[in-house]
């Protein structure tokens, strides 16, 4: 223990002779990483900071109406842009509770017994969409391979109980919406993103995709389930056909009654947060001042080492017995205290 300490004396007298052999080059190591520091303190010193309170969006000009205007089309809107572009609506599983619901709600929107398609289960909707079939859309075969825009997958469909997932088809967003590859991407830019304020991204992407509305029309019609016996809603079904236009009437004015004339959504309140621009202004340029700083006392000490490396000092103090660990020691320490 005694000799290593020896030789540890030793080598930082000798690191301290290079060190004041060069004076200049010496200060320059000491004095670079200083002046990037003080660079970035005056820099953070010149920055405010600005503090943010709970801030809520219940007021005018925040508000979408959902199925009213073009945020949020009409269901009218959507199953027409569906006839138009040849897509359809999928519904899954293939049940009578299904079936009598297409045609209830058919009553007040006409076009969903044309974009409608029932498949057996989401199964086979699944797998009809990843086959090589998908999309191939014949009118004269009856466009038995259409296009899915939309799918409803119902998983309890009442009388007392109701529970469904609504599917959008993602290629319908435009330039600057998150696409899919984006978002599945779990080193791609939306990982850890931190947003600040009101987000209306998801209010636009849940408004222009229909998912508002169509949530909305199956909402209603469960309302209007759920206040209706199995009995009724059956014989309201095979009455249809009829072309008694008071009957149907009535059970559109029956089920509006179930129905909020009015809904407006709203951006979830954002809390508090201080906004530190210095983070946003250096972030980028950190590592870049971080070599600038450190880059020269670096290859100082590369320079060292390989000097006495070709001018076998390292060899020597070898073979006088000096430790590996404590040549490499003594440098660690003299750039630790510089």
Same mark, same amino acid.
């Given at each position: 223990?005694?000799?290593?300490?020896?030789?540890?004396?030793?080598?930082?007298?000798?690191?301290?002779?290079?060190?004041?052999?060069?004076?200049?080059?010496?200060?320059?190591?000491?004095?670079?990483?200083?002046?990037?520091?003080?660079?970035?303190?005056?820099?953070?010193?010149?920055?405010?900071?600005?503090?943010? =309170? +709970?801030?809520? /969006?219940?007021?005018? %000009?925040?508000?979408?109406?959902?199925?009213?205007? @073009?945020?949020?089309?009409? !269901?009218?809107?959507?199953?027409?842009?569906?006839?138009?572009?040849?897509?359809?609506?999928?519904?899954?599983?293939?049940?009578?509770?299904?079936?009598?619901?297409?045609?209830?709600?058919?009553?007040?929107?006409?076009?969903?017994?044309?974009?409608?398609?029932?498949?057996?289960?989401?199964?086979?909707?699944?797998?009809?969409?990843?086959?090589?079939?998908?999309?191939?859309?014949?009118?004269?075969?009856?466009?038995?391979?259409?296009?899915?825009?939309?799918?409803?997958?119902?998983?309890?469909?009442?009388?007392?109980?109701?529970?469904?997932?609504?599917?959008?088809?993602?290629?319908?967003?435009?330039?600057?919406?998150?696409?899919?590859?984006?978002?599945?991407?779990?080193?791609?830019?939306?990982?850890?993103?931190?947003?600040?304020?009101?987000?209306?991204? =998801? +209010?636009?992407? /849940?408004?222009?995709? %229909?998912?508002?509305?169509?949530?909305?029309?199956? @909402?209603?019609?469960?309302? !209007?389930?759920?206040?209706?016996?199995?009995?009724?809603?059956?014989?309201?079904?095979?009455?249809?056909?009829?072309?008694?236009?008071?009957?149907?009437?009535?059970?559109?004015?029956?089920?509006?009654?179930?129905?909020?004339?009015?809904?407006?959504?709203?951006?979830?309140?954002?809390?508090?947060?201080?906004?530190?621009?210095?983070?946003?202004?250096?972030?980028?340029?950190?590592?870049?001042?971080?070599?600038?700083?450190?880059?020269?006392?670096?290859?100082?000490?590369?320079?060292?080492?390989?000097?006495?490396?070709?001018?076998?000092?390292?060899?020597?103090?070898?073979?006088?017995?000096?430790?590996?660990?404590?040549?490499?020691?003594?440098?660690?320490?003299?750039?630790?205290?510089?």
């Amino acid at each position: 223990m005694g000799s290593r300490l020896r030789q540890l004396k030793v080598m930082l007298w000798k690191n301290w002779l290079l060190k004041i052999r060069h004076p200049w080059i010496t200060c320059a190591e000491i004095l670079l990483p200083m002046l990037v520091m003080l660079m970035l303190i005056i820099v953070r010193t010149r920055v405010d900071t600005t503090l943010h =309170p +709970t801030q809520a /969006y219940i007021r005018k %000009g925040m508000f979408v109406e959902v199925g009213k205007g @073009d945020i949020s089309p009409s !269901f009218e809107k959507i199953l027409g842009s569906l006839m138009s572009k040849g897509e359809y609506l999928a519904f899954a599983p293939d049940t009578e509770e299904t079936r009598t619901m297409i045609d209830l709600i058919s009553l007040r929107f006409p076009l969903l017994q044309v974009v409608s398609r029932i498949y057996k289960d989401e199964q086979e909707m699944e797998t009809y969409i990843c086959s090589d079939l998908y999309g191939a859309c014949d009118k004269a075969k009856n466009c038995s391979n259409p296009k899915i825009k939309g799918a409803v997958i119902f998983h309890e469909q009442g009388p007392h109980s109701f529970a469904y997932s609504i599917r959008l088809n993602h290629s319908w967003a435009f330039s600057g919406f998150p696409d899919v590859k984006s978002i599945m991407d779990t080193n791609g830019p939306y990982v850890n993103d931190l947003n600040l304020g009101v987000e209306i991204i =998801p +209010t636009l992407q /849940y408004g222009f995709s %229909g998912f508002l509305t169509l949530q909305q029309v199956l @909402d209603s019609f469960i309302i !209007f389930a759920a206040q209706e016996s199995k009995i009724n809603i059956s014989n309201e079904r095979s009455q249809l056909p009829s072309s008694d236009s008071s009957q149907q009437s009535s059970l559109s004015l029956s089920w509006k009654n179930f129905s909020p004339s009015n809904i407006r959504i709203a951006p979830f309140p954002t809390r508090a947060y201080t906004d530190d621009e210095f983070q946003s202004i250096i972030k980028k340029v950190m590592g870049v001042l971080y070599l600038l700083g450190f880059l020269y006392p670096i290859s100082r000490l590369i320079s060292y080492s390989v000097f006495e490396k070709e001018k076998k000092i390292r060899e020597g103090l070898y073979m006088m017995g000096l430790k590996d660990e404590i040549f490499y020691l003594s440098w660690f320490i003299t750039y630790s205290i510089q």
